[in-house]
């Protein structure tokens, strides 16, 4: 079996909501996401994926969809006050973890047809996340 990861860095702002950790404020995570491909066999390259083209495709989504966005559950009594002035702001279903957010990636490169295994982020330099498929 033959594994590949590609990190992508990225910023977003969030809060949570029904939680009491500093979290429950507006503030940001410079974050990386690591997302993991895997294959029995190699390609006529004799790769998995070419680093590049996951980087690419990864990076595409996230700056359009995450990077520098305020992400807000749709619940969050906030996020009209910033939709009216504005702000790049994306609603979730559920609160804007880590968890969420590694899911949301795994899903968009799942959806584009790549053997992806895992999608990690890491909010920051100690705290990592990570979402699979189940097998
Ligand atoms: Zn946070």
Known sequence: MFRVSKSVSFCYGHRLINYNGKCR??????????????????????????????????????????????????DDPILPVL?????????????????TIACMIYEYVAGKGYPVIEVAVWETETSRASYSAER
């Open 25 to 74: 404020y507006l503030h940001g995570h410079n974050a990386r996401a690591v997302i993991t491909l895997e294959s029995n066999a190699l390609d006529d390259r004799g790769m998995v994926e070419d680093f590049s083209d996951v980087k690419q495709l990864v990076w595409e989504w996230l700056d359009r969809e995450i990077d520098h966005t305020m992400l807000l559950h749709k």
């Open 83 to 99: 939709q009216d002035a504005g702000e790049r702001v994306t609603a979730l279903a559920g609160n804007p973890t880590a968890e």
